[in-house]
């Protein structure tokens, strides 16, 4: 069973920062690319970071370039998202997410694996 569990959701100021973290289990994941997407209500869920991770590449949503951060520790199979100079538009859900490809942008549709999600909540 896959699984991957979200964690570091929160309410922050605008300007404050976040981390969230994503514990992956149940299969290697070497294979696969490690997205966060996120979600707000009545709006597609839209990609917001991708690494790699063989090659560690990055790709990042215009929106957030030179703000978020997404990193992964290859030992704990985990993957991180640092989020700083957050704005009142970064809340909504956060998804962690294990696509099966690498491009520019990752498209739902090439996502295998979804976690529960994580709430991120920034007051102006």
């Known amino acids: 069973q896959v699984q991957l569990v979200e964690s570091g959701g929160g309410s922050v100021p605008a300007g404050g920062s976040l981390r969230l973290s994503c514990a992956a289990s149940?299969?290697?994941?070497?294979?696969?690319?490690m997205c966060w997407f996120r979600q707000t209500p009545g709006k597609d869920r839209e990609v917001v970071a991708a690494?790699?991770?063989?090659?560690?590449?990055?790709n990042y949503a215009d929106s957030v370039k030179g703000r978020f951060t997404i990193s992964r520790d290859n030992a704990k199979i985990t993957v991180y998202l640092q989020m700083n100079s957050l704005k009142a538009e970064d809340t909504a859900v956060y998804y962690c997410?294990?696509?099966?490809?690498?491009?520019?942008?990752?498209?739902?549709?090439?996502?295998?694996?979804w976690g529960q999600g994580t709430q991120v909540t920034v007051s102006s």
């Open positions: 997410a294990a696509a099966r490809r690498f491009s520019a942008p990752i498209s739902v549709g090439d996502i295998a694996y």
């Open positions: 149940g299969r290697t994941f070497s294979s696969y690319v």
């Open positions: 690494v790699t991770w063989s090659g560690g590449s990055t």
